[in-house]
């Protein structure tokens, strides 16, 4: 059974730019995640995608927006690239979005803006 | 508003020592509790979770947890540190109110001495 895998491990870009974000979620799952998780902090709940529609949005500007395709897998998209972007992006994927249902994260992707 | 208080960024232990890592939550419905361990470069792995079932919840590498809802805790404890523990854990909440959505506290650095 394949974990839940996300692309590219490693970006580098320049303020103003735009990024998109992969991830493949584990099979079985109908819901991705995508948390991001500054240096030194936590991680930080963006969105939530259950069955391709978003479900439910943390406190992060629409510069950060997503999509979910019809096998499950996930974009994250950040637009007009700002310094403090620069973070671990985290993707989990789950069986359902219901309380109490395990999270299975992937490795990240490490953002750095310049 | 869910919260998660993590007590104590970095924690060292010797070898062999008693591990306890403090978390403490705020939900204003039951909620649902995990801790979750990061290695360096790498995703979050489940330790355990608390689902309203038994309070003391054990997990995998020898990890255990109680919630204790008098005092809004859920501390996690291991009775010998190994070399191998060393990690950032993490604590973080759910609720009923916001489905599998996970709120993190700030992390706790395990160090552990030989």
């Known amino acids: 059974e394949t974990g839940v895998t996300q692309s590219p491990t490693h970006l580098i870009k320049t303020r103003g730019q735009q990024v998109t974000l992969r991830c493949s979620s584990q099979s079985g799952h109908n819901t991705v995640s995508w948390y991001q998780q500054a240096l030194g902090q936590g991680p930080q709940f963006i969105f939530q995608?259950?069955?391709?529609?978003?479900?439910g949005r943390g406190n992060f500007p629409p510069r950060f927006s997503g999509l979910q395709f019809p096998n499950y897998s996930s974009e994250l998209n950040v637009n007009a690239l700002e310094l403090d972007d620069s973070a671990l992006y985290l993707c989990?994927?789950?069986?359902?979005?219901?309380?109490?249902?395990?999270?299975?994260f992937g490795p990240g992707t490490r953002l750095t803006v310049l | 508003a869910q919260s998660v208080t993590q007590l104590g960024s970095h924690v060292s232990v010797s070898e062999g020592a008693l591990v306890l890592l403090r978390c403490n939550y705020s939900s204003s419905v039951p909620p649902y509790l995990f801790w979750y361990v990061q290695y360096p470069n790498q995703g979050l792995q489940l330790l355990l979770k608390?689902?309203?079932?038994?309070?003391l919840v054990k997990g995998i590498n020898g990890f255990e947890a109680e919630f204790k809802k008098s005092e809004t805790s859920f501390h996690l404890t291991k009775p010998s540190a190994h070399m191998s523990d060393a990690a950032e854990y993490f604590c973080a909440v759910s609720d009923r109110e916001y489905g599998n959505k996970l709120v993190f506290g700030a992390g706790t650095i395990l160090r552990v001495k030989s």
């Open positions: 608390y689902t309203s079932a038994a309070t």
């Open positions: 995608y259950y069955r391709e529609e978003e479900n």
């Open positions: 989990a994927s789950s069986q359902t979005s219901f309380s109490g249902n395990e999270q299975f």
